[in-house]
């Protein structure tokens, strides 16, 4: 909101770039790492339980492996979320001609 008129504040272009810049960079990073795990079912790393069973002791829990793939999958959550909200933010931009955060 712009302080001195109180109305929503307009896209610029410099706006429009940063949030394009921003948009692609979030889609490199998601494809490299889709790229990357897509191989082993976004789960590289070796654990001694099968992921989608319930029969997971304590050890089984804190193996390196199976957190190392729980954080690799919290990471391509983040940014499907992140280019996601890239995405939406430069089309609202681009449409409606209000600036985003």
């Avoid at 889609?27 to 191989?39: D, E, V």
Wanted: charged share 15%; net charge neutral.
């Amino acid at each position: 909101v712009d302080k001195r008129t109180n109305h929503p504040s307009t896209v610029t272009k410099e706006d429009v770039k940063l949030k394009l810049h921003r948009t692609l960079i979030s889609f490199c990073l998601l494809s490299a790492l889709l790229s990357i795990t897509a191989p082993s079912s976004h789960a590289p790393f070796d654990v001694r339980v099968p992921a989608h069973t319930l029969d997971h002791g304590f050890w089984d829990l804190v193996h390196v492996g199976h957190l190392a793939n729980n954080f690799i999958g919290a990471a391509l959550v983040q940014l499907c979320i992140m280019f996601a909200s890239e995405t939406l933010g430069l089309l609202l931009g681009i449409v409606v001609g209000v600036k985003l955060v």
